[in-house]
């Protein structure tokens, strides 16, 4: 009889690795630091890389888990919501695009778990997979052009490519973006949840 995956498969440490990875990442980025910006760059890049590859991993070691489909969607909302809740307080965006991105994740996580409870599954969308890059991409992108600020600043330049007027309406863009984004899978999942 073939032995089940247990809880530490090497897709699950991947994915505990990048829950592990959110504080020190939000710890790094609010520094205000031109390297400790450098730092959280590569510590989100890094999360963000597990996330490519902790899912084919598990299938390609037929080592698919309960544990891993919940804590894997799960994981990326830690390192998203935390980066875009930081920003919020940080005053780089608008906190009700934030909020908007928050409460369909609550929802699809409350989805999950009457799911779990039902002896069921709630499968990852293919549009969920999509917000879930666009986020990703929007999040590196702000922290690229927040660390490229601080860094001319730190060698003296304080010409109007530091001014923090476009930063902001750049980053609320994006964040617009990522947005609509996360709304239209959010509707995919009410279908699903209407259907069952």
Known sequence: MKKKPGLFTLANILTYFRIALVPLYLWLFSRGDWVMAIMALIAFVVAAITDLYDGRIARSRKEITKLGKFLDPLADKFLVLGALAQFTLMGLVNIWLVAIIIVR????????????????????????????????????????????????????????????????????????????????????????????
């Open 105 to 196: 994740d609550v929802y699809v996580t409350a989805m999950r778990v009457v799911a779990i409870m039902k002896g069921t599954e709630l499968e990852t969308s293919g549009n969920a997979k999509l917000k879930t890059t666009i986020q990703l991409t929007a999040v590196i992108t702000i922290i690229v052009f927040v660390g490229a600020r601080l860094t001319a600043l730190h060698f003296g330049y304080d010409g109007p490519m530091v001014d923090m007027g476009w930063h902001r309406l750049f980053f609320n863009g994006l964040v617009s973006v990522a947005t609509i984004f996360t709304v239209y899978s959010w509707v995919g999942y009410m279908f699903v949840s209407n259907k069952s």
